[in-house]
């Protein structure tokens, strides 16, 4: 099927909503990832078609909600300029965010966002697969499952008999994977007054759900006072929410934070098909994405008569010091994870944890002299070797603890 009667056959797919009183629809979101992730849109690259097939079903899906506009005069889009290829070294483009716009006549407005560009046919050097060129990298976990969440929660709230005492923005942001081109230009382009804005909460990645610990990763959670009282309220019930302070990560919350704007970025958690081609439609748990979005919902609710939120600075610790990295182990570490130590979610093929026989699931307790307990001592100790240094690796699995030489 050529390209353009594939994007003639997406445009006419219309996910079925129901009439049954507001509640999140698993059957919505699955259709939407299948859509988004699907091979048709070659992994939504920055600039590439297959975005920009992306981006007409997102206006088609606010569209039929009956969301405002709000990108650039009576459009939804918002065009900004973008080099692509590896490090930004390609050639110069233009790309657009998807903005739509619920009306409640309040004094204040939330925003809600996502990105919905990937890493197209794995070129521009930001895969984990170890042969990634030519590959399609559908993204449905990053950022599918983000995307489907904007759409799910436009129409909720655009479907709501009782009007909420905020207006909602809705913004999926295009060149994300590259620096957060898109949130960042919004930002300094805004199609609204940010004094206005009330906070601001992102969605990456909330499509993986673990079913067993049920553990939901929310930051930004410093950046008011009022956060994490009211996440420890609503905490327990479905999920179990670990919170990070911090109002600087890597995804387009910062560009909000970076404005003074409070922020929360909902996560569910790292896995081995991160950035590679495996990130397929099948492997998202739809019946756990749908418990986070009635969490945001839950939040948002009862914060609803509140007082516009007080923004704090925070001491941002997840990026607390630049660094450069002479090495790196090829593991992808979770960031829900309670347990002392650096839990492994994912081991990158060709690379020297696995190597070494570090697996998926092992916990790293110590690298060379230095013991780690959390993320952090991990990035800390990375920066003390050299690259073709050999040194002694500690790692809990299940009940035994090894030693495991690696490489870098």
């Not at 090894?402 to 490489?407: E, G, I, N, P, Q």
Request: aromatic share 8%.
């Amino acid at each position: 099927m050529k390209t353009g009667k594939l994007l003639l056959f997406f445009l006419s797919i219309t996910i079925s909503y129901s009439v049954m009183g507001q509640k999140i629809e698993e059957k919505n979101l699955k259709g939407h990832i299948q859509i988004l992730a699907n091979d048709a849109m070659q992994g939504r690259q920055t600039g590439s078609e297959g975005e920009r097939m992306a981006l007409d079903y997102i206006k088609k899906q606010f569209t039929e909600l009956n969301l405002s506009p709000k990108g650039e005069g009576n459009a939804f889009e918002q065009s900004f300029p973008f080099k692509g290829g590896m490090h930004g070294t390609g050639a110069e483009g233009t790309v657009h965010n998807v903005v739509a716009y619920i009306d409640n006549q309040a004094s204040k407005t939330i925003i809600i966002g996502a990105h919905f560009d990937h890493l197209g046919l794995g070129e521009n050097g930001s895969s984990l697969d170890a042969n990634p060129q030519g590959k399609i990298h559908n993204g449905a976990d990053d950022n599918a499952s983000g995307v489907a969440g904007v759409i799910e929660l436009a129409r909720y709230f655009s479907k709501n008999k009782i009007k909420e005492n905020n207006n909602f923005l809705f913004i999926c942001f295009s060149g994300e994977e590259l620096g957060l081109f898109g949130s960042k230009y919004f930002t300094e382009h805004p199609t609204l007054d940010l004094n206005q804005v009330n906070y601001m909460i992102n969605m990456d990645m909330i499509g993986r759900l673990n079913p067993t610990t049920k553990s939901v990763s929310v930051s930004g959670t410093g950046t008011s006072p009022v956060w994490e009282p009211a996440l420890k309220s609503i905490s327990g019930t479905k999920l179990s929410i670990k919170t990070d302070s911090a109002g600087i990560g890597p995804s387009d919350h910062t560009s909000f934070y970076l404005k003074d704007i409070p922020v929360l970025h909902f996560f569910t958690g790292s896995h081995s098909d991160y950035h590679k081609p495996s990130d397929d439609w099948d492997k998202i748990n739809y019946a756990g994405e749908k418990e986070v979005l009635e969490l945001i919902v839950t939040l948002i609710e009862k914060l609803d008569k509140e007082p516009k939120l007080e923004f704090l600075a925070t001491k941002n610790k997840s990026m607390s010091s630049a660094r450069s990295f002479k090495v790196t182990l090829g593991v992808m570490p979770s960031y829900t994870s309670d347990a002392s130590g650096l839990l492994v979610d994912g081991v990158t093929e060709g690379r020297p944890a696995q190597k070494a026989g570090i697996e998926t699931g092992d916990i790293i307790i110590q690298i060379g002299e230095y013991p780690i307990q959390d993320i952090q001592n991990y990035m800390d100790a990375l920066g003390k070797f050299e690259k073709g240094q050999t040194v002694p690796v500690k790692v809990k699995r299940k009940r035994e603890v090894l030693t495991l030489d690696v490489t870098f």
